[in-house]
């Protein structure tokens, strides 16, 4: 499922990152934030107007992502293998 | 003393303590200024190290990737790579990582390591991470990457002796050695993390717990709004006894110093011209600084990207970002630190927008044009039962402004011919107490900013309108008042029928002029006009009474309506000109403020007309 349909407070784990487009600086910008294959993340918090944007953990960091932006993540949910 | 000074870079993640770090190492012995043809700043410093060593710090932009996405990444991405075209590759890098966040830090860490210069690391916030129970095996870390790793602690005094002892140590560490890495930098990381780090919990509990009342739908946007209201509080009332002060100070100064002058035009220029000009530069300080000092807790604290979160959505429909709010919240009480506050925003098509709608913001400066026409011309009346229709008039105006900020920021989200979406992408840092020191340094930076940049084009066309409404003197027997013969009138009379179609008449036109300097001025300009003398309130009355009897309802409706849009205040251009290094821009800011204050002016004199007013 994608990081922007993934429930608050399910922890899942990273599976891919999708590029818009054959040159798409924000999927390139996510994976070398380490939104990258095996990574356990979480959506820990959503924006007070539509649930934008989502706050996501991952790894030690937590990043606010719009939800345009968090549909480029590929997510499994519970807890990853690596 | 040696040759040339060694030059060392800091480069590393955005959030790792970096510019904490650059001012434990230089203190005040910092250089600010921009890079050539860019807005980024670039921070420089000198330091002898204990050995007798000379360093030229330089502190670069924050930087995730080389995969640069910000004109912050593509400085120091040029710079490390020996591309920038005015700044020389540094002979040793030293890459600052937060020991706290190495799953991420670490990556750029390798992406550095590959440049092969001479480097070392350092783990930065090592308080932090041994607090948390993270532990980190130094020796082990320093073999499997091939370069010296030290700790260092930017917040204590002596939190960077090891940083030092080891460029004290040998001339330069070793090239590292990068060949036993693969393609996947992720993957690597996790090796070295798994290998040499044990960490307990993921983030500290703290965070967490903060983080749930502060981005609570409601809580949080609770706490935002107390704590908005406080920072605009201060900004608003707080600086009005000391901007008063500077006001009154200045003046008298200006008086005692050019008492001993005969009256003439050598007193006028230093005290109309130069001193006026001095006040006008001063005045602003007091707002700068308290606005800053409340911008710069916010941001070190963690909590402004916070409060961009929980406005980004709001901000986003109308093509600005959540970042863009405390500017915007800025520019009610002085566009001129609302635009310097744009600095936050790193995307620069973000920052641009903001800059371009912050002067539509009701600044404080507009008030007391609005209070005199108001007064004069709207009466006391009650508008259904509670309230006062002087009161209503003057929220119009301020929500004018506002809807029209949301309007124009729209349209340039629909003009712009680059369409491509802008990341939010933001990190939200570990909560931290602000640092005394790292604040003291970055607010004396701001006010030498607006000094030394600001300061002179204010000054500068205070004195070149000073000379405007003072010359040429009239001569012996003119019955109307000076500045009326001066070229501040003529300019004023010439323009009267490019503004007789939305009601000025003449003496608004002259007034218009001298109110350039800053929009308050146009009251006093008006006064002298209709050749009163006084100050401040009494003028004010006097004033309102004969308005109300030279001007039509229309003409005074009008002018409101042009106070709401027009570029009346030429430091207002000058901070823009500063912050984006462009004329272009500001030639494309007071055209469109100057096309819609005429529009508006228009349709409301028109309006009013119509109407039988």
């Not at chain 1, 918090?45 to 992502?65: C, E, H, K, N, S």
């Not at chain 2, 600086?239 to 005969?262: C, E």
């Not at chain 2, 209503?392 to 712009?416: D, E, N």
């Not at chain 2, 179609?501 to 300009?525: D, K, M, T």
């Amino acid at each position: 499922m994608r990081l922007s349909d993934l429930p608050q407070n399910l922890a899942a784990t990273v599976t891919a990152v999708e590029a818009l487009g054959p040159a798409d600086p924000i999927a390139r910008r996510l994976r070398d934030l380490g939104f990258v294959q095996g990574e356990p993340i979480r959506v820990v918090a959503q924006g007070p107007v539509r649930r934008d944007p989502l706050l996501v953990q991952i790894g030690y960091t937590r990043f606010a992502l719009r939800k345009t932006e968090a549909a480029r993540v590929q997510v499994n949910p519970g807890p990853g293998s690596a | 003393m040696s040759a040339a000074a060694l030059r060392v870079a800091l480069v590393g993640n955005p959030n790792c303590g970096k510019t904490a770090l650059f001012n434990l190492l230089t203190g005040s012995r910092q250089k600010v200024a921009n890079y050539a043809g860019a807005t980024v700043e670039r921070k420089e410093g000198r330091l002898l190290t204990p050995a007798g060593r000379s360093l030229q710090i330089l502190d670069l932009p924050g930087a995730y990737s080389f995969d640069a996405a910000s004109p912050d990444e593509v400085i120091t991405r040029d710079i490390c790579y020996g591309e920038h075209p005015e700044e020389p590759a540094p002979d040793l890098i030293v890459c600052v990582a937060d020991a706290t966040n190495l799953r991420l830090h670490l990556r750029f860490v390798l992406e550095v390591m590959r440049l092969q210069r001479p480097m070392l690391l350092a783990l930065n916030m090592s308080d932090a991470a041994k607090k948390r129970g993270i532990h980190i095996d130094l020796p082990g870390l320093q073999r499997r990457l091939g370069i010296p790793v030290v700790e260092t602690v930017a917040v204590h005094h002596n939190g960077a002796t090891e940083l030092l002892r080891q460029i004290d140590a040998q001339h330069l560490p070793p090239l590292p050695d990068t060949h036993a890495f693969g393609e996947d930098l992720h993957a690597e990381v996790r090796a070295l993390l798994a290998a040499t780090v044990q960490m307990p919990t993921r983030t500290a509990r703290i965070d967490d717990a903060i983080d749930r009342v502060v981005l609570h739908p409601v809580a949080g946007l609770a706490i935002l709004a107390v704590a908005m209201f406080l920072m605009f509080q201060a900004v608003f009332s707080w600086a009005q006894p000391l901007m008063d002060g500077i006001d009154v100070g200045v003046k008298w100064l200006g008086d005692v110093l050019t008492n001993a002058l005969p009256e003439g035009v050598l007193r006028s220029l230093l005290r109309d011209g130069l001193f006026a000009g001095l006040g006008g530069v001063l005045v602003f300080l007091p707002q700068i600084l308290i606005l800053f000092f409340f911008i710069l807790v916010l941001e070190e604290s963690g909590y402004l990207p916070r409060a961009a979160f929980l406005l980004d959505r709001l901000m986003f429909k109308a093509g600005l970002t959540g970042r863009a709010f405390i500017p915007l919240l800025s520019s009610f009480a002085c566009a001129i630190p609302g635009i310097m506050a744009t600095r936050s925003i790193q995307d620069a098509r973000d920052r641009l927008t903001t800059i371009l709608v912050a002067p539509l913001m009701t600044c404080s400066a507009r008030l007391p044009v609005y209070t005199l026409l108001i007064a004069a011309f709207i009466p006391q009346r009650s508008v259904l039962g509670i309230f006062n229709l002087q009161g209503v008039v003057l929220f119009a105006l301020y929500f004018t402004g506002i809807a029209s900020a949301l309007a124009v920021a729209t349209v340039i989200k629909r003009l712009r011919s680059d369409r491509s979406e802008h990341a939010l992408l933001m990190e939200l840092p570990s909560y931290r107490v602000p640092h005394l020191r790292d604040l003291a340094i970055s607010l004396k930076e701001r006010a030498m900013i607006f000094l030394k940049r600001v300061g002179g084009i204010i000054l500068a066309l205070t004195v070149l309108l000073w000379f405007l409404s003072s010359f040429p003197a009239p001569p012996a027997g003119f019955s109307g008042a000076a500045i009326d013969y001066s070229f501040a009138g003529r300019i004023g009379h010439l323009l009267q029928p490019l503004f007789a179609p939305i009601g000025f008449g003449w003496e608004i036109c002259i007034a218009l002029i001298p109110g350039l300097a800053a929009r308050e001025v146009a009251v006093s300009a008006l006064g002298t006009v209709y050749a009163m003398s006084g100050d401040g309130d009494a003028l004010a009355a006097q004033l309102g009474s004969t308005i109300a009897q030279h001007w039509s309802l229309a003409t005074a409706l009008s002018l409101l309506a042009w106070y709401v849009f027009a570029p009346q205040c030429l430091s207002t251009l000058a901070v823009i000109r500063r912050e984006t290094n462009s004329m272009k821009v500001v030639l494309i800011a007071a055209g469109y403020l100057f096309a819609l204050a005429y529009g508006a002016s228009f349709i409301t004199y028109h309006t009013a007309l119509w109407l039988g007013s």
